[in-house]
């Protein structure tokens, strides 16, 4: 019987496929980076690997019904690419695709939004959706790519990163996608030009080639070059966060219901800034490409006809990696010990999160009092770039007492000051903000274990970030778990309700 529809997201960066049952209205993702361990890869087999995943959920390959892919938008991929290699395999199936931005649109399960990432088809770089019927699409040639300025500040800085010599060319191509996420962190150190703006102030973002050049910027006295392009980052950012802000402002009144997605959304001070502006905006944890499947998957629900929407079951915990369990009581208990000790523990619970955010599912946590938190979980961990900082976990009942902030960030997606920089060094940025996620009860066991740990140190609050080696994907089974556990020096490796610790001669 046929009766599964399928989204699949490939031939790019994050590859992931959902499926739904209409049978049953149960959804399933997957992605596929946490299965093989190797971070952003994107090899052909994909959708050859999906066929061998579909019997572990259940189904077989006869069940589908229709798939939906989007179109790639890396050029010079983009003409049909992704079309003409899934039809080679899936050719016996009915098949549509549909544009990149369209599908970050239907990831968010809504009509109406603004998609902004490093481009999609046809160049695109800003769409918005939905509102009084309208479909507003800017390309990079009047709209710049906030993804495009941070990665050519990147590869200037860094002249290796992009070395096709050692990666190869598609391994260095899907790369650049991590370098903006890295330069975001630069902002934070670089200083505001109100000269520079005043003298931009006339131009939109429709002028970008008008822009002042970073060699061209009055920096005379900044010997530093890290300096130099941390405080134009800094200022472009903020021309730019203000220019979508003044753009979507032509398009949703204040009280407005909308989503914005893309991978810009991953940006923190143009998330603040919108949301502060339009209170009722949704910002999920899958607006990256790792969604794309989920909207392909929406479209074709709409499609169909079918009345519901993709139900995710424990939503943003719905990755179909390994269900590792969840620690009990005591367990939970011992584990806030460990970390009001100041022990690094590497905490592993139930099904990993949707989103490249560690949300208490797949993470690497340690008290946030520990002054040199972050540099120990750097060298003993994730080996990180010393500029990019931490996030943390704070019960959502409190959160206000430690943050300045007015609206609660389940996903991890909004930055906020801290009041008290000095006693939460290790969590603060260069300029004084922590990028927070707010735990709220239903996440029991994460819940219970800040509970646990404010009874211990009188703070609800964790630095929590995400549980990989560096260059490694977030660990989706307890293989790689265990083994980023014996080539890290983490004290603590929590899986379900099984503790392993670390021996004095390791």
Known sequence: MKHLLVGIHCYGHDSNFSIYDMCTGKAFYYKWERTIGIKRYDAHSFTNWMKDELPYLGFDVDNILEICTTSVAIRPFENNYS????????????????????????????????????????NECISIYGHDNCNLKLTNKVIPSLGHIYNEQY?????????????????????????????????????????WHAKNKNYTI????????????????YDDEFKKRATYIKNVTLKYVKEVTKLCRNFFNEDDYFSFSGGIAQNLILNNFLKSTFPK??????????????????????????????????????????????????????????????????????????????????????????KDAKEQINKKVKKREWYRPYGASVKVDQYKKYF??????????????????????????????????????????????????????????????????????????????????????????????????RKNND
């Open 155 to 195: 590869i200037n800085y860094y002249p290796n990163a992009l070395n096709f010599v050692k990666n190869g060319f598609w391994e260095s191509l899907l790369s650049i996608t991590d370098y903006a996420g890295k330069v975001m962190a630069w902002e934070a150190y670089g200083d505001y030009l109100p000269d």
């Open 281 to 370: 905006l949704e910002i999920f944890p899958h607006n990256s490409d790792e969604g794309l499947s989920i909207g392909c998957l929406h479209y074709l629900i709409k499609k169909h006809n079918i009345d519901s929407t993709v139900n995710f079951n424990n939503f943003p915990f719905c990755q179909s990696d390994q269900d590792m369990g969840f620690a009990s009581s005591k367990t939970i208990k011992k584990v806030a010990e460990y970390l009001a000790q100041g022990k690094i523990v590497l905490w592993c619970q139930g099904h990993g999160e949707i989103g490249p955010r560690a949300l208490g599912h797949r993470s690497v946590l340690m008290n946030p009092l520990i």
């Open 404 to 501: 300045k902030m007015d609206w609660e960030s389940p996903f991890m997606l909004y930055q906020s000051d801290v009041i008290d920089k000095e006693s939460f060094r290790s969590i603060c940025h260069a300029d004084g903000t922590c990028r927070i996620q707010t735990v709220n009860s239903k996440q029991e066991t994460f819940y219970t274990l800040l509970n646990e740990f404010e009874k211990l140190t009188g703070i609800p609050i964790l630095l929590n970030t995400s549980c990989n080696l560096p260059g490694k994907p977030i660990v989706g089974f307890e293989s790689q778990a265990l083994n980023m556990f014996e080539n890290s020096q983490a004290d603590y490796l929590i899986i379900g309700d099984k503790i392993h610790e």
């Open 83 to 122: 079309e003409n290699m899934i039809k080679k395999i899936w050719s016996s199936f009915n098949f549509c695709i549909i544009k990149h931005h369209q599908a970050h649109q239907y990831s968010n399960l809504m009509d109406t939004g603004i998609v902004c990432d490093f481009e999609g088809n046809d």
């Open 206 to 221: 429709r002028d970008t080639k008008n822009w002042t050049d970073i060699d061209n910027m009055s920096l005379s006295s």
